[in-house]
């Protein structure tokens, strides 16, 4: 109780609690909607049919269509959820939402006590407005929960608190298979520290231990594979094996491709600039001459790796990554030397982003995926400009007005509509019209030819689209064969040759629904 009266008196946290419920009345609308993108195909009908069937982890539970080869936590507490409050849609929401909820207060609260509570505090500030926090707010994807998990597991271990870290661990790695990359930078940082910092790595029982520990939440993801492949045969979903790609030209365009939307796009062009120019420019704990060289070395490589300046072959993947991980060591990693009670999780941050953008480039599938390394990015940045003496005080709410308004201004631009954005609400809506309408004129026999989501939304009735549980029941993928058939293009899934295609089809449009930048176009030849 008196932990708990302490929090309510810190002012920081107060204004968190505001915020938050700021930002559910914004959302709230939104908790009525048919599920969208990945959650319309994948999560959203599942964890409604799993509430049916009974919350479990294991992946017989559901058909693998269900599923796709995914680790089950979220489906089960989302599914749980649902089995006490009702599957409707707005149930299913209004937990995702909670989770969101509970990531700024989880982000919070870790910060605060790792690092201290104006970095915290206004890390919060700055994430609460970047559109992939907002656009996937109250969507039932995992991604929310993974960083949840993500920044517990990192507090419990350098508070050495370690079943704490244990249980957060298993649970991490059981929500989504990328909750292994924080673990594998925890136990990375730690042997760094160990073995070339504290100077303090032995075989002594006490070290084993401590990384047997480490260890433990690994036994909970392999079970998963074993069980998947007990199942069906295989460890992993061979589809998700094809997608990965090494050729160093696709490689490199993919990882510039990553690096570019986590640090410049949806506005977040302020936190590199402000982090390298005033951050480490003026960071009083290295030399200046030291600082000046890392920001022009370090300028100079964004321009190479880019490719706006030309250089050979073996400078790109040979020169740049060795001068790279030197200016990494220096300011990131050796900043343990200068501050060893907070500069682990700065250290472990690092990492942790490093890895994760090295591996997520080799299938780069979907931008929401890079979530969990906004929020490191941010504190990252604050923790840096925090160092400043005398100025970070005004420093720090100055670089959070203008980092906010750089958000908002982009999602007041944003046309897109993925599910890393705040624009989809048109296109669920639309979407929920052009069913409601072939409900209407068509026989559920009419046969359809459509795009992927779409076809999903006619063929199940868990998706939310469908007005009753009668589903469309002669829906195919687009092609041009066939006769006396319903075409359905949406604009976010137009196939490549869409014009052609109308054309040597020769179709006539029936109906067309649009709502600002989203459209739904019906066909008949």
């Not at 507090?155 to 298979?177: A, D, N, P, Q």
Request: net charge positive; charged share 15%; aromatic share 18%.
């Amino acid at each position: 109780m008196h932990s708990l009266k302490v929090l309510f008196k810190d002012i920081y946290f107060l204004i968190v609690l505001v915020l938050l419920i700021g930002v559910f009345i914004y959302k709230y609308q939104d908790l009525f909607l048919p599920f969208f993108s990945d959650e319309l195909w994948t999560y959203g009908p599942a964890i409604r049919k799993m509430s049916v069937f009974g919350p479990s982890l294991l992946p017989s539970s559901l058909p693998l269509t269900d599923h796709w080869a995914h680790p089950l936590l979220f489906f089960f507490l989302s599914s749980l959820w649902c089995l006490i409050f009702g599957a409707s849609l707005f149930s299913v929401h209004l937990f995702a939402a909670l989770l969101s909820s509970l990531l700024l207060v989880v982000l919070y609260l870790t910060v605060k006590n790792m690092l201290n509570r104006e970095i915290a505090f206004y890390s919060t500030l700055i994430f609460a407005s970047q559109s992939i926090f907002l656009g996937q707010y109250n969507l039932a994807l995992p991604e929310i929960l993974t960083t949840i998990f993500t920044y517990l597991v990192i507090y419990f271990s350098e508070k050495k608190k370690y079943k704490l870290f244990i249980f957060f661990g298993i649970c991490l790695v059981l929500t989504k298979e990328s909750g292994v990359f924080p673990l594998i930078a925890i136990i990375g940082w730690n042997l760094i520290r160990d073995i070339f910092y504290d100077k303090s790595f032995s075989f002594s029982k006490q070290t084993i231990v401590k990384y047997i520990i480490f260890t433990v939440p690994f036994i909970a993801i392999v079970s998963h594979f074993v069980l998947l492949k007990l199942e069906y045969g295989w460890f992993i979903m061979p589809l998700r094996t094809e997608s990965f790609e090494f050729t160093w030209d696709v490689y490199h365009e993919r990882l510039m491709n990553t690096i570019h939307y986590l640090f410049i796009g949806q506005g977040r062009r302020p936190l590199p600039i402000t982090l390298f120019f005033i951050g480490i420019l003026f960071y009083p704990k290295i030399k200046i001459l030291y600082r000046i060289v890392i920001v022009l070395v370090s300028f100079s490589l964004m321009k190479m790796f880019f490719g706006y300046w030309e250089v050979p072959e073996f400078v790109e993947f040979l020169v740049i990554p060795i001068i790279f991980i030197v200016i990494v060591k220096f300011i990131f990693i050796d900043s343990y030397k200068n501050d060893r009670s907070e500069s682990g999780f700065i250290a472990i941050a690092t990492l942790f982003t490093i890895i994760y953008i090295l591996f997520i480039s080799s299938f780069f599938d979907s931008r929401r995926y890079l979530l969990f390394l906004v929020p490191t990015l941010i504190v990252i940045t604050i923790y840096f400009l925090n160092q400043i003496p005398k100025i970070n005080k005004y420093l720090l709410p100055l670089v959070a007005i203008v980092s906010i308004g750089f958000s908002i201004q982009y999602q007041i631009n944003d046309t897109d509509q993925g599910d890393d954005t705040n624009h989809y609400q048109d296109l669920c809506f639309i979407q929920k019209e052009a069913v409601g309408y072939l409900e209407e004129k068509y026989q559920y026999t009419q046969s359809i030819r459509t795009t992927f989501l779409v076809k999903h939304s006619l063929e199940r009735p868990l998706t939310g689209y469908l007005k009753t549980i009668t589903k469309f029941s002669n829906v195919a993928s687009l092609a041009k064969d066939g006769n006396n058939c319903l075409y359905i293009f949406v604009n976010t899934e137009l196939p490549n040759d869409y014009y052609s295609f109308k054309k040597e089809k020769n179709l006539k449009l029936v109906k067309k629904f649009e709502k600002r930048n989203a459209w739904i176009e019906i066909y008949k030849n």
